[in-house]
């Protein structure tokens, strides 16, 4: 699909599609905001530092280039950097340099990180529960599902 120039005319949002649009920003927002407050409050975790956690545990090696790290974490390349300092303050992650190229770094989730993560799971779980999939029947997972796919085309997770 083509973009619109700028000078191009671009049809207002009926109501219909301005509810959609509406429900998805707001949803989204109250979701990860109450996961957060969880994260945060019982065990000292963002939601990205949690997901962050979450992809390496789960990479070869629990370690991923950050340029890859940074796409599944759906973070910019900087704001990645910024969150893996602060988990390495932590001593949650590791910066490792590639034996083959000394240009790729890779982040590495630590014991520690390991086991914060570990820790933090029932929490997310719960969260995720709770605040979307309880509140939404069968039905409406597979529509949200069929829904929101083609938007999430290019993501790097399949499932």
Known sequence: MAKASAREQVAPLDRREMAAWHSLIHAHAKVTRQLEADLEAEHGLTLPGYEVLAH??????????MS??????????????????KLSAAGLVERARCGADARVVYAVITTEGLRRLRAAYPTHLRGVRDYLIDRLGAKQLDALADALGPLSADCPIRL
């Open 68 to 85: 890859d790290l940074a796409s599944f974490a759906v973070l910019t390349p900087s704001g990645l950097t910024r969150l893996v300092d």
């Open 56 to 65: 390496l545990s789960e990479a070869p090696d629990r370690r991923l280039r």
